[in-house]
C-alpha cells in the first residue's frame, strides 16, 4: 500500500520532472488533489517522541503497552493509538527471542488463590557470572499477588538454606496454607520435609516434566531471564545480588502488570488486604480505585484472571 506522503512525492516528482501541472499529475497517479494539498495540524510530539525513546532505552524489553502506563504515571496525557504510532515510527519494538518447541497435549487448569499470602510457589534459575562461573537463583513468588518475594543468589542453595530462607520470610509476613514446587533434589530433601511437618504447610509437588503446572513461577522466571539475566553482564555474586534485589523491588513497586489491571504487585497486595504490605498503605489510596474496587465488607474485587494451564 502506497502511503499519503509517498503520493504526495509522486506528485511534486512529476511537476518537477516534466512541468505538468498539479491537475495533471494527480490524474496520471489517479489521487485525490485534496490529499496532495492537505497540511497535518497534528501537535509537536518532539517532547514525548523523546521521553519515550528514553523509556524504551531504559526499559529494552518493555513492550508499547507497559511504556503506555509509565507515561500517564508521569502526566502524559497520550492515547494508546497515538503512542502506539509514535512506538512504531521510532522502531522501538521489542524483539522476540527464539524459545524451545514445546509439547502440546491436555492441560489441568491451576486456579488462582483466592487471596494475598494463601500459595508461594518455589523455583530456581541458573545463570553464570563474566569469568564463567555458574551461580542459582531461588525465586519465590506470591500466586495471588504475583509479587516476588525473594530471590536468593548464591553459587550452591541446599534444602537446609531453602528452609532458612522461609523461615526468614515467614517472620515478616506469615507463614501461606501452601508451597508449590518441583521435584528438584534440594526441594524434596529431608531438610525441606522436615520442615513442612514443622511448620504445618501444605507443600504441593507438580507432576514430573510438568512446570506448567508451576506456572505462576515459570511467567516470573521468564520475566527475570529477560528483563535482567540476558541484558545485564555480572562481575561477581555480590553484583548479582545488588543487581537482583534492585530489580525485585522496581518489578514489586514499579513494572506494571497485565493481569493486575496494570498495576504493580506490591500496590495489588496493599489493595487487596493492606496487612501484607503495611509500607504501601499509601499507594494503595493513590491507586486507580477504577482497576480494583473496594467492597462494603473492606475486601477489593479484584480482576481475576484466566485459569493458566
Same mark, same amino acid.
Given at each position: 500500500?502506497?502511503?499519503?506522503?509517498?503520493?504526495?512525492?509522486?506528485?511534486? $516528482?512529476?511537476?518537477?520532472? #516534466?512541468?505538468?501541472?498539479?491537475?495533471?499529475?494527480?490524474?496520471?497517479?489517479?489521487?485525490?488533489?485534496?490529499?496532495?494539498?492537505?497540511?497535518?495540524? *497534528?501537535?509537536?510530539?518532539?517532547?514525548?517522541?523523546?521521553?519515550?525513546?528514553?523509556?524504551?532505552?531504559? *526499559?529494552?524489553? #518493555?513492550?508499547?503497552?507497559?511504556? $503506555?502506563?509509565?507515561?500517564?504515571?508521569?502526566?502524559?496525557?497520550?492515547?494508546?493509538?497515538?503512542?502506539?504510532?509514535?512506538?512504531?515510527?521510532?522502531?522501538?519494538?521489542?524483539?522476540?527471542?527464539?524459545?524451545?518447541?514445546?509439547?502440546?497435549?491436555?492441560?489441568?487448569?491451576?486456579?488462582?488463590?483466592?487471596?494475598?499470602?494463601?500459595?508461594?510457589?518455589?523455583?530456581?534459575?541458573?545463570?553464570?557470572?563474566?569469568?564463567? *562461573?555458574?551461580?542459582?537463583?531461588?525465586?519465590?513468588?506470591?500466586?495471588?499477588?504475583?509479587?516476588?518475594?525473594?530471590?536468593?543468589?548464591?553459587?550452591?542453595?541446599?534444602?537446609?538454606?531453602?528452609?532458612?530462607?522461609?523461615?526468614?520470610?515467614?517472620?515478616?509476613?506469615?507463614?501461606?496454607?501452601?508451597?508449590?514446587?518441583?521435584?528438584?533434589?534440594?526441594?524434596?530433601?529431608?531438610?525441606?520435609?522436615?520442615?513442612?511437618?514443622?511448620? *504445618?504447610?501444605?507443600?504441593?509437588?507438580?507432576?514430573?516434566?510438568?512446570?506448567?503446572?508451576?506456572?505462576?513461577?515459570?511467567?516470573?522466571?521468564?520475566?527475570?531471564?529477560?528483563?535482567?539475566?540476558?541484558?545485564?553482564?555480572?562481575?561477581?555474586?555480590?553484583?548479582?545480588?545488588?543487581?537482583?534485589?534492585?530489580?525485585?523491588?522496581?518489578?514489586?513497586?514499579?513494572?506494571? $502488570?497485565?493481569?493486575?489491571?496494570?498495576?504493580?504487585?506490591?500496590?495489588?497486595?496493599?489493595?487487596?488486604?493492606?496487612?501484607?504490605?503495611?509500607?504501601?498503605?499509601?499507594?494503595?489510596?493513590?491507586?486507580?480505585?477504577?482497576?480494583?474496587?473496594?467492597?462494603?465488607?473492606?475486601?477489593?474485587?479484584?480482576?481475576?484472571?484466566?485459569?493458566?494451564?
Amino acid at each position: 500500500m502506497v502511503t499519503p506522503a509517498a503520493k504526495r512525492e509522486a506528485v511534486a $516528482h512529476m511537476r518537477t520532472r #516534466f512541468a505538468v501541472s498539479e491537475r495533471r499529475a494527480c490524474s496520471v497517479i489517479e489521487v485525490d488533489r485534496m490529499m496532495v494539498r492537505y497540511r497535518s495540524t *497534528r501537535p509537536d510530539d518532539g517532547t514525548l517522541r523523546e521521553r519515550l525513546k528514553a523509556l524504551a532505552q531504559e *526499559r529494552r524489553r #518493555f513492550g508499547y503497552r507497559r511504556l $503506555h502506563v509509565l507515561l500517564r504515571r508521569e502526566g502524559y496525557a497520550v492515547n494508546h493509538k497515538r503512542l502506539f504510532r509514535l512506538y512504531r515510527e521510532e522502531r522501538l519494538m521489542v524483539r522476540r527471542r527464539g524459545g524451545r518447541k514445546r509439547a502440546v497435549g491436555s492441560r489441568a487448569p491451576i486456579m488462582l488463590p483466592d487471596g494475598p499470602n494463601v500459595r508461594w510457589s518455589l523455583d530456581f534459575v541458573h545463570d553464570q557470572l563474566g569469568d564463567g *562461573r555458574r551461580f542459582r537463583i531461588l525465586a519465590i513468588v506470591d500466586d495471588c499477588t504475583r509479587e516476588c518475594l525473594a530471590l536468593v543468589a548464591d553459587t550452591s542453595i541446599s534444602g537446609v538454606r531453602v528452609a532458612r530462607e522461609l523461615d526468614r520470610l515467614i517472620a515478616t509476613r506469615s507463614k501461606p496454607r501452601m508451597i508449590v514446587s518441583d521435584n528438584g533434589t534440594e526441594l524434596t530433601s529431608n531438610a525441606i520435609l522436615r520442615w513442612a511437618d514443622d511448620s *504445618r504447610v501444605a507443600w504441593h509437588y507438580i507432576a514430573p516434566g510438568k512446570p506448567v503446572q508451576n506456572a505462576f513461577v515459570e511467567s516470573f522466571n521468564g520475566r527475570l531471564r529477560d528483563e535482567l539475566l540476558n541484558e545485564t553482564l555480572f562481575r561477581s555474586l555480590a553484583h548479582a545480588r545488588a543487581a537482583l534485589e534492585g530489580w525485585r523491588g522496581d518489578y514489586n513497586l514499579t513494572r506494571p $502488570h497485565s493481569r493486575l489491571g496494570w498495576l504493580a504487585p506490591a500496590v495489588y497486595a496493599a489493595i487487596l488486604d493492606p496487612r501484607w504490605s503495611p509500607a504501601l498503605r499509601n499507594l494503595a489510596s493513590s491507586a486507580p480505585k477504577t482497576l480494583a474496587p473496594v467492597t462494603q465488607q473492606g475486601q477489593a474485587n479484584r480482576p481475576t484472571p484466566p485459569a493458566l494451564g
